[in-house]
């Protein structure tokens, strides 16, 4: 009896998925508090989320921006907002 193998077959389970390295305090501590207020709803003439103000690009790129790009995105959030009728003037 001959068996044939068609691709190598590994003998051994893939070693896991290495663990992350903890994150230290400070890093929590850093970064700003996400705006999101879990009103999810784009705004068709915007572009705009009606319930924080942020594009979909932003919203996308808020967990890689700096603290600096955070706050400077924060600080014109509510204008946006009043704009779009969502925040008494």
Do not use: Q
Not at 58 to 76: G, K, T
Request: proline share 10%; with cysteine.
């Amino acid at each position: 009896m001959t068996v044939a193998f068609l691709a190598a077959v590994p003998m051994v389970a893939p070693a896991p998925n290495p663990p992350r390295p903890a994150k230290a305090i400070h890093d929590y501590y850093s970064m700003t508090v996400s705006p999101c207020t879990k009103v999810c709803t784009l705004d068709p003439v915007s572009g705009l989320c009606s319930g924080c103000g942020r594009s979909l690009a932003e919203i996308e790129r808020w967990p890689r921006m700096s603290d600096a790009e955070r706050a400077e995105l924060m600080a014109v959030l509510e204008r946006r907002l009043r704009e779009l009728g969502r925040v008494a003037s």
